[in-house]
């Protein structure tokens, strides 16, 4: 298939679940007329189908095609063949009836089942388009061919948008109003400070008053100094104890010294006389 061809095909489909909710695996309706072209075109039918309509297929066939079948005679049994792989529907038919009809039926006024139906019958083709919402399949010269929809079905989806743009007052009020959820906006602005080179805070443990620096002992300390006194008055700095004490032990060292000097020269003295 044509790649134009098959857009224009999953974009039908796409319609016809949107509006009309068809879902996979797609129920296709398949009269007996179509499976006598099947099997004279040599045609992979299930295959086909899949390709056509761009998805998963459930082929069916109902009981009154099947006897039409038969009527025709054992030239048929290979069509009959193809028709036994498919799933049987129901028509509630006591009596065989025409295939057409039979089909007709199925479908209904509405579609209410979402059939497609795969029909080579131009009477029964000319009554499916009546109905909205029908997709409808028949093979031309050995390619199965998806019908465009009709203009029942166009006017049945313009009327369905319609009734979804323009809704009425009770419609509106079976609705629940919700709160509208409020949205978070991110602030811009600067960022925060890598945490890898932010210092470590200091722990909360009160913090010891720095301590007064004391002269070291020995040490002189100048009178002019002055020390502040806690109340703001300034006191003139005196001389420690230790500073004293040092000054004595010079003095008795230099005096000692003289005096062993002394004696050194009055024994050299004696010597020479």
Known sequence: MRQKRAKAYRKLMHLYCMTFGFRQPYQILIDSEMCK?????????????????????KPMITQCCIHELYLQGKQQQPAVDLAKTFERRKCNHREPIGGDDCLASVVGDSNKHRYVVATQSQTLRVKLRFIPGTPIIHINRSVMVLEPPSDTTVQAKERAEDTKLHASAPDLALVPVTAPEERRVKRKGPKGPNPLSVKKKQSNEPTKPPTKAQPPTG????????????????????????TAASKRRKRRRKNK??????TQRAESDSVKS
């Open 257 to 262: 010294g003289a005096v062993d000097m002394d």
């Open 37 to 57: 072209s099947a099997v004279a075109q040599k045609i992979d039918f299930v295959k086909q189908l899949h390709t056509v309509l761009q998805g998963e297929v």
């Open 219 to 242: 040490s002189k300390r100048k009178v002019d100094d002055v020390d502040s006194d806690p109340e703001g008055e300034s006191i003139p700095a005196q001389v420690s104890a230790p």
